[in-house]
Structures are given as structure tokens and as C-alpha cells.
């Protein structure tokens, strides 16, 4: 265990589904992000929160919603994927502001698109 | 300007050998530049991190060579093993004020051989 769980570890959905991807982290970090990895692609980050604020939405289509309700929890919302959004979900969080930058990922969920 | 390039995309070597990887940034605003390590079905671990204005970091037989004026770093691990068998990613923070955003590499997969 790293501090920061994701659930589920895997995921098999049909694209006109609704599901949600849970994050937690008991680190006492106030920042937490989504990034997507795919398979020969770099880690593509996909949202921040800073202070339970959205601070980033990198282009990431609507059919992803993230969801912050406090400094412990991150959720990421899904409806209507597509076969291309298969991939690993990682959420990680981190100390903001303080010049410690390293980031503590979590396991992943690994979300098949059917 | 916020890519990271990494090489090589795979690397197998013998057991003692010094596996090294590459990476080249272009953004003079990045402050932190992590290594991380992730095993399959794992997130990404943090391995060993390092500011610009060091030029040199060592923990245990990792070891960070960081050329500013040449905008590259590399990671060189001493006397690999098996269990080093892995995905090593490098990354470059840019710290926003309120979050640090990571990009990251396309990642090297390391073999090595008994």
C-alpha cells in the first residue's frame, strides 16, 4: 500500500454505461490528480485539484467529470466512453505549495471500454 | 515546450551491468525532475529526484547526472538486478503555485538478465 487507493482495480464497462473510479489518500496531501496510461503513450494528466479545487482540466472530453468532496477523496465520473478511453487510471496526490513535489500514485484501475 | 523525450523506449542487460537512461526537456521553467519506477499491475513508485541546481544525486545504486546547460538528465543504476526488471519514467515538475503539474516520458522498460 502506498497511501492512495484506487477502486475498482478493474473495470469492464459497456459504452453506455455510468460508473465511477474512487480514489482516497491518507498522506495528509492537499493536491490529487488523474492521469490516464496508455499503452506507448506518456502519462497524459488529466485533472488537478488543489484544496478541493479544480485547477486543471487538461482537454479532456466531457464524458469524464472529476469529483473533489474534500482533501482525502477524488472520484472520476464516467459516461459514454469510447473503446479508445481503455487504459490505466491513475490518480496520485501531493503536498501543493511547499516545494515538495513528489507525487504518491496509487495502484490504478484498469478500465476495459466493451 | 512541455515534452519530456526519453530513450531508449527498452533496455536488457546482464545482472551487475549499468543500465542508463536518457531524458532531454525543453522548458527552462521546470524545478524538479523525479525518476519513477513501476512494476506491472503497480503505479508508478518514486525512485530518486533531483533540482537543477544540483548536478549529481545518489541513493543507494541510483544515481541522477543532471546537465543544466544541456537541458538532459539521466538515471545510471549500479550493479542492476533482476528485481530492477521494470518501467522506469522520467518526469519534470512545474510547480503552478497551487499544484505541481508532472510531465512525464514515454517510459523505458528494463530487462535484466541472470
Known amino acids: 500500500e502506498t497511501g492512495v487507493t484506487q477502486t475498482p482495480r478493474h473495470l469492464v464497462m459497456g459504452m453506455t454505461n455510468k460508473k465511477s473510479l474512487k480514489c482516497e489518500q491518507h498522506l495528509g496531501h492537499n493536491a490529487m490528480y488523474w492521469y490516464k496510461q496508455s499503452a506507448k503513450k506518456p502519462l497524459e494528466l488529466m485533472f488537478v485539484y488543489s484544496l478541493e479545487e479544480r485547477v486543471e482540466n487538461n482537454s479532456v472530453p466531457s464524458r469524464f467529470s472529476p469529483e473533489c468532496p474534500n482533501s482525502s477523496h477524488l472520484f472520476l465520473h464516467l459516461h459514454t466512453l469510447q473503446p479508445e478511453d481503455s487504459a490505466l487510471y491513475l490518480c496520485a496526490s501531493s503536498h501543493a505549495g511547499t516545494g515538495n513535489y513528489g507525487y504518491t500514485f496509487g495502484s490504478g484501475t484498469r478500465l476495459t471500454v466493451v | 515546450q512541455q515534452q519530456v523525450k526519453q530513450s531508449p523506449q527498452s533496455l536488457i542487460v546482464q545482472k551487475g551491468g549499468i543500465p542508463i537512461i536518457n531524458c532531454a526537456y525543453e522548458?527552462?521553467?521546470?524545478?524538479?525532475f523525479p525518476w519513477y519506477q513501476q512494476f506491472p499491475g503497480k503505479g508508478p513508485a518514486l525512485l530518486i529526484a533531483i533540482r537543477p541546481d544540483v548536478s549529481e544525486k545518489k541513493e543507494g545504486r541510483f544515481t541522477i547526472s543532471f546537465n543544466k546547460s544541456a537541458k538532459q538528465f539521466s538515471l545510471h543504476i549500479m550493479d542492476s538486478q533482476p528485481g530492477d526488471s521494470a518501467t522506469y519514467f522520467c518526469a519534470a515538475s512545474l510547480d503552478t503555485g497551487t499544484a505541481s503539474k508532472l510531465t512525464f516520458g514515454t517510459g523505458t522498460r528494463l530487462q535484466v538478465t541472470l
Open positions: 522548458n527552462t521553467a521546470f524545478d524538479y
